[in-house]
C-alpha cells in the first residue's frame, strides 16, 4: 500500500541534511532550527517534519553517517597503528568534526543526538580498537581485555577533549608522545 502524498525527494533529504550540517559545524547545535535550514534549503519547514520528526532526529540521521574514525592500514605496530589513529589530531577539525563537536554538550540531555554521536565516534573507535588489538596478539603482543577496555575510555576521552578544547592541531612528535605516554603503558606493550 502506497503512503499519501508525494514521494519524499532523496535530493532535497541529501539538501535538508547539508543545510545543517553546514549550520552544525559554523554555527553550533544552539542556532539549529528548522525554520533556518528551510530558509538555507529554500524549502518548507513541512519538508523537513516529513523525514524527521524533531531537528534532533536530523541530526541523528547527519551524525550518525559520519566517518569521523579514521582505519589506520597496519603500521607493523600497536603503537604505530594507535599514532595513525590519531593522526587527525595534527590538522584542524574537518567540517563533519566541528558539526559533532557542536552536539557534545547538548548530547547529555538529548537520546538522538547521544544516539548520532555513538553512531559516530564511539562505536567506530570501540571497532577500531578491538581491530589494533586483534592486530597486536596477532604479531604476539595479546592486550588483555580489561586493559582494551581503559585504551578505549581513555581514546574516546581524548576524543571528546579534542573536540572540545582542542584549539590548535597538535604535531605529530606531540601525538606520537602521547601514544608513547599516556597510551601504551595502559596497554603495557613493551
Do not use: C
Not at 574537518?94 to 559516530?120: F, T
Not at 582494551?148 to 590548535?168: H, K, N
Amino acid at each position: 500500500m502506497k503512503s499519501p502524498g508525494r514521494p519524499l525527494s532523496a535530493e532535497l533529504s541529501e539538501q535538508l541534511v547539508a543545510v545543517a550540517v553546514d549550520i552544525l559545524a559554523d554555527e553550533g547545535w544552539g542556532r539549529l532550527n528548522s525554520d533556518r535550514v528551510a530558509a538555507r534549503a529554500r524549502a518548507g519547514k513541512a519538508g523537513i517534519y516529513r523525514r524527521w520528526p524533531t531537528m534532533a532526529a536530523l541530526v541523528r540521521h547527519a551524525v550518525g553517517g559520519f566517518d569521523l574514525v579514521p582505519r589506520p592500514a597496519d603500521q607493523g605496530s600497536l603503537r604505530d597503528d594507535l599514532v595513525a589513529l590519531l593522526q587527525p589530531w595534527t590538522r584542524p577539525l574537518d567540517k563533519q568534526e566541528r558539526a559533532a563537536a557542536s552536539l557534545v554538550g547538548a548530547a547529555r540531555h538529548d537520546e538522538d543526538l547521544r544516539a548520532g554521536l555513538q553512531d559516530a565516534v564511539v562505536e567506530p573507535l570501540t571497532t577500531v580498537l578491538a581491530e589494533l588489538a586483534h592486530r597486536s596478539a596477532e604479531r604476539g603482543q595479546p592486550v588483555a581485555g580489561p586493559r582494551l577496555e581503559l585504551l578505549g575510555t581513555l581514546v574516546q576521552a581524548l576524543w571528546w577533549e579534542r573536540y572540545t578544547a582542542f584549539a590548535v592541531p597538535m604535531s605529530a612528535d606531540e601525538v606520537a608522545d602521547l601514544v608513547d605516554t599516556v597510551l601504551l603503558p595502559v596497554v603495557a606493550v613493551g
